[in-house]
């Protein structure tokens, strides 16, 4: 159960299936029309019923959410329109005694401009916070430097580096390659003692029963570091420290290269819309894979995961994220209940670790055109209130529509859980039925073994996945183009559809025959 097994990461791992809360946008427990903790408590038997096993929560520290809450300005309390610290630790207890583990965001690289630390180093006169960010004497400038530098703000006459927006100074881990007499090495005193308030900021959310963290930008720490060797240390170190008192803990980085990020000790990175190439092919880009016409082979997204599979067994894991608050949901562009069911067929007995964005188990739909609300941009059309019930409120919130977070899916038949929690039929039931599956077969979890079988019809995908005892057969089409082809020398003796919509199998000696329907799946037991 913890670092030092025969595994690189906890072992749990192996069956979880987490789900992604954006917190303001989840449940209002108190009608102020922004979601909040113990909103997320009252909905904690409807994760159980779900089948999902661990919850990453959005940022939920002190803030003055500029950039929804990344621009921490305590890392030690709870925002107070999301609650108490008192109400986290009651999540985490309440999420237990379900079987829920609970991760938070982390924000490591950057603070907001209005935390303590960042007014006391800015002050005139030096004090033992200046070391705590990374500052630049002038007249320096971004061109001067490579980074982006923020004149004129501090009383101390210097500028600091932002690490993402101007509002968000970059903390100190000191820099890999020094060519400048005020940059830092990563082993300098300020540096150091970064590194440590970092670990007591783990510790103290982990003592009080959170079980890891999602840690953002994590590759951002130390500057000027080619390969992120530096940084990979840095959180080598970090791993190394913080698992050997919480074995069970788990880091999830926001890295986007696997094969970099689980080297520096994390259990858990994403495939993403950045990094390493195959997820926008896979998800994203107009003639990504799953689209239902024009779909690219899925061979663009396999090539590049099948290496970083490769370079991470044994030692992390792999995510391939329904969505995120960063980018648009899979019911974007058009895409139907039918082709979501093919996508989560797909997700939900894959490798790695499933993470589902919140609202995408029912369908939700990115919503396009809204007011950018606390540094969203366009990507605020994802984060826009779960919807619950068919009610005016959706079940959201009781407050009045203008006073939620955001504005509600205008359009009559968007999607809600009430609805189809009854429908057996329903995406919520087919993504139900999928984590079951899963968590009842080895075969089907993190680490069971994945084959990828040859298909005449580029845009038809077919694998494997077995353990010792077991074997499973997926075939997924998210075209609408049917087909029939031949699958040589599988030996399935014989076969049972356990999860199936438009797709046939028939066993020929050793091989099968399959006739394939046009936005189809199947999940077969051999």
Same mark, same amino acid.
């Given at each position: 159960m913890n670092k030092s097994n025969e595994l690189g990461y906890p072992s749990w791992l192996q069956q979880a299936v987490f789900y992604q809360i954006y917190p303001q946008s989840f449940y209002d427990s108190n009608g102020d029309g922004i979601g909040d903790i113990p909103g997320i408590i009252q909905k904690l038997d409807y994760l159980q019923w779900l089948g999902v096993n661990a919850v990453w929560i959005n940022p939920c520290f002190v &803030?003055?959410?500029?950039?929804?809450?990344?621009?921490?300005?305590?890392?030690?309390?709870?925002?107070?329109?999301?609650?108490?610290?008192?109400? *986290?630790? !009651?999540?985490?207890?309440?999420? =237990?005694?379900? &079987?829920?583990?609970?991760?938070?965001?982390?924000?490591?690289?950057?603070?907001?401009i209005e935390h303590p630390w960042f007014k006391a180093s800015s002050q005139r006169k030096r004090n033992i916070y200046y070391d705590r960010y990374v500052w630049v004497p002038s007249p320096a400038t971004s061109n001067d430097i490579g980074l982006t530098l923020i004149p004129d703000f501090a009383d101390n006459g210097d500028s600091y580096v932002?690490?993402?927006?101007?509002?968000?100074?970059?903390?100190?881990?000191?820099?890999?390659?020094?060519?400048?007499?005020?940059?830092?090495?990563?082993?300098?005193?300020?540096?150091?003692?970064?590194?440590?308030?970092?670990?007591?900021?783990?510790?103290?959310?982990?003592?009080? $029963?959170?079980?890891?963290?999602?840690?953002?930008?994590?590759? &951002? *720490?130390?500057?000027?570091?080619?390969?992120? !060797?530096?940084?990979? !240390?840095?959180?080598?170190?970090? &791993?190394?420290?913080? =698992?050997? !008192?919480?074995?069970?803990?788990?880091?999830?980085?926001?890295?986007?290269?696997?094969?970099?990020?689980?080297t520096a000790g994390f259990d858990i990175d994403f495939m *993403? =819309?950045? $990094?390493?190439? $195959?997820?926008?092919?896979l998800l994203l880009n107009e003639n990504c894979f799953f689209r239902r016409k024009n779909g690219i082979n899925i061979q663009a997204f396999l090539q590049p995961y099948l290496d970083m599979a490769e370079k991470t067994e044994g030692k992390g894991l792999i995510s391939i994220p329904s969505a995120n608050h960063d980018i648009k949901r899979p019911r974007a562009d058009g895409r139907t209940f039918g082709d979501l069911k093919v996508i989560f067929t797909f997700l939900l007995t894959w490798l790695g670790v499933p993470f589902i964005y919140y609202g995408d188990e029912i369908g939700m739909r990115y919503i396009s055109g809204l007011p950018s609300k606390e540094g969203g941009f366009d990507r605020t059309g994802s984060r826009t209130p779960m919807q619950w019930d068919n009610t005016p409120g959706v079940g959201f919130s009781s407050a009045d529509k203008p006073s939620f977070y955001l504005p509600l899916d205008p359009r009559k038949n968007r999607p809600y859980v009430e609805r189809q929690a009854g429908d057996s039929a329903s995406l919520l039931h087919h993504v139900r039925k999928l984590i079951n599956l899963r968590k009842q077969h080895r075969a089907l979890q993190a680490e069971g073994a994945l084959i990828p079988l040859q298909m005449e019809n580029g845009h038809h995908f077919a694998y494997l996945r077995q353990s010792n005892d077991e074997r499973f057969l997926i075939i997924i089409n998210p075209s609408t183009e049917s087909s029939r082809v031949r699958l040589h020398n599988i030996r399935p003796g014989n076969i049972t559809p356990l999860i199936c919509n438009g797709i046939e199998v028939h066993v020929e000696e050793n091989n099968l025959e399959v006739r394939i329907a046009g936005v189809s799946y199947g999940v077969f037991k051999l």
């Open positions: &803030s003055p959410f500029q950039d929804a809450g990344y621009d921490v300005a305590d890392y030690y309390r709870i925002a107070p329109r999301y609650g108490t610290n008192r109400d *986290l630790y !009651k999540l985490c207890r309440e999420a =237990h005694r379900r &079987s829920i583990s609970v991760c938070l965001d982390l924000v490591a690289g950057h603070t907001s932002a690490n993402c927006f101007d509002f968000q100074p970059a903390l100190n881990y000191g820099f890999a390659m020094q060519d400048q007499p005020w940059q830092q090495p990563v082993d300098a005193p300020g540096p150091l003692e970064m590194r440590k308030e970092l670990i007591k900021i783990m510790d103290y959310w982990l003592g009080h $029963g959170v079980d890891g963290f999602r840690v953002d930008m994590a590759f &951002s *720490l130390v500057k000027n570091d080619p390969g992120y !060797k530096e940084t990979i !240390k840095l959180w080598q170190d970090t &791993s190394r420290e913080i =698992h050997a !008192k919480y074995p069970n803990m788990v880091l999830i980085s926001e890295w986007g290269n696997p094969e970099e990020s689980i *993403l =819309h950045f $990094g390493v190439n $195959g997820y926008p092919d």
